[in-house]
């Protein structure tokens, strides 16, 4: 699973079945993030401030 941290400007990456959570420095305000059909990569549309 990965979701958005806008206050940390991060994306963080879940792994459900360990519960370890990956953190990715992204742009400022992430608000979306989308998946590439081959789950390859994410792209996170940023607020900006």
Do not use: H, R
């Not at 990956?22 to 390859?40: C, D, M, R, T």
Request: glycine share 10%.
């Amino acid at each position: 699973m990965v979701a958005t941290l806008n206050a940390e400007n991060a994306l963080a990456i879940v792994d459900l079945e360990s519960g370890n959570i990956e953190k990715v420095g992204v742009g400022i305000g992430p608000a979306q993030v989308y998946l590439a059909s081959n789950n390859e990569f994410a792209y996170v549309a940023n607020q900006g401030t």
